[in-house]
């Protein structure tokens, strides 16, 4: 099963070029909008935790083995505000890769 959020890479609490966050049955992939730049994959046999990293904006942050962590603001569509209290994206998004973490 696929999961899918939109996403972007932050810098403090600015968005740098966002895309799509997906998790599959082998990975978690950030894939840029149109493909302006390279997609970023991390093996979920890489992957030592996902946690939350901020509520406003909601952001979570990924942290694998060899690599800097991951930081993304998760929104649950790209009508909302950054600056949005809404932080369900973001926990789906963490109860989805933990979900997926605990099955492997």
Wanted: charged share 20%; proline share 4%.
């Amino acid at each position: 099963m696929t999961h899918q959020w939109f996403a972007s890479r932050s810098a403090g609490r600015l968005s740098m070029l966002g895309g799509i966050l997906t998790l599959t049955d082998d990975e978690v992939t950030l894939t840029p909008w149109l493909h302006l730049g390279a997609t970023q994959r991390i093996a979920l046999t890489a992957i030592e935790s996902v946690e939350t990293h901020g509520d406003r904006p909601a952001r979570l942050r990924i942290t694998a083995t060899g690599r800097r962590p991951l930081i993304l603001m998760v929104l649950p569509d790209l009508t909302t505000a950054v600056w949005s209290r809404d932080n369900s994206a973001r926990d789906a998004a963490i109860t989805a890769i933990t979900a997926r973490l605990n099955t492997r």
